[in-house]
């Protein structure tokens, strides 16, 4: 009998994260989704399964918590649920000054954005270097393109992602796996990113994607095993411009755009 592999997505539970497990299901992949506790991921397994015909499972935990990536790699394992796609997609923005935020902000943050994506990856890799046609997509953003005034410590996490997905992708080059790192652009995930773009003005609008819409296009380029995909012309005019442009004249540029913007 073939066996059934699945697809584990972290922040399954609304915004991009549900976008890509839609997507996925509507692909007929098998899904693992595993977001905060609450009532909203039972409901989404429950409606995936029936509109799509696939399995979905559930997990619910605080991946910040210092054992909460080993016990996801658990729960994977004592159910026998062989996971072939790892979508590391939790993490946690946000804008304004330095100082706007407190210290436990910025360990939640790093901790979600940075260590649970790493040691995800850590405990997965070797099983999925061993499966055929397996992948790790990473969920960076277009913040990780430089070094973001207001957005600090977001846009250093994102550019961190980017770095260890490529190096990751290279050291894995020779087994079945394909690490592809996605760079999306603003999206309309939920209210306070909707305000953060609208607070951007008629740039912010235009740049701005339907989640379900990206994730269209990231799946697909993850299912392709590009090594990074950026989802549209903005995208990848950045990062081209990215490429030619001094940092100092970039910092400033970035640092003009959201200093007048109220943080959240
Ligand atoms: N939105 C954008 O404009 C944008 C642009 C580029 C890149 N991205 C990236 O895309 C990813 C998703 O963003 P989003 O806007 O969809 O975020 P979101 O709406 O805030 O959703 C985040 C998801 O992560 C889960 N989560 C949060 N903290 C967690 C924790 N400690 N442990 C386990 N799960 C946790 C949440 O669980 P609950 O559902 O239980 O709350 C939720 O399902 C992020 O990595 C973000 O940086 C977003």
Not at 53 to 62: F, I
Not at 128 to 146: D, K, W
Not at 167 to 176: C, G, I
Request: aromatic content about 10%.
């Amino acid at each position: 009998m073939k066996e059934r592999y699945f697809t584990l997505i972290t922040g399954a539970g609304r915004g991009f994260g549900r976008a890509m497990a839609r997507e996925c299901a509507r692909r007929g992949m098998d899904l693992l989704l595993t977001a905060l506790p609450g009532e909203k991921l039972a409901a989404l397994a429950q409606s995936l399964q029936e509109e799509f015909s696939v399995v979905a499972h559930y997990y619910e935990t605080d991946l910040t918590r210092p054992e909460g990536p080993g016990e996801l790699y658990r729960w994977t394992k004592e159910n026998h649920y062989p996971v072939k796609v790892l979508i590391n997609n939790a993490g946690l923005g946000a804008v304004g000054p330095f100082v706007s935020k407190d210290a436990a902000f910025y360990g939640r943050q790093v901790d979600l954005n940075v260590r649970v994506l790493v040691l995800l990856s850590r405990l997965f890799v070797e099983d999925l270097s061993r499966i055929e046609g397996s992948r790790i997509l990473n969920i960076s953003s277009l913040a990780c393109l430089a070094p973001m005034p207001y957005k600090i410590v977001y846009s250093t996490t994102k550019g961190f992602i980017y770095g260890f997905s490529r190096a990751l992708r290279t050291e894995y080059s020779q087994t079945h796996l394909r690490v592809c790192v996605a760079i999306p652009g603003p999206m309309h995930t939920n209210a306070h990113v909707t305000k953060r773009i609208n607070d951007q003005g008629f740039m912010g609008r235009a740049i701005a994607w339907q989640p379900e819409r990206a994730a269209r296009i990231c799946i697909n380029g993850m299912m392709k095993g590009k090594a990074f995909i950026l989802p549209g012309f903005y995208e990848k005019f950045s990062f081209l411009a990215e490429k030619i442009m001094p940092l100092s004249l970039k910092l400033r540029m970035i640092a003009r755009s959201f200093r007048n913007n109220p943080p959240s």
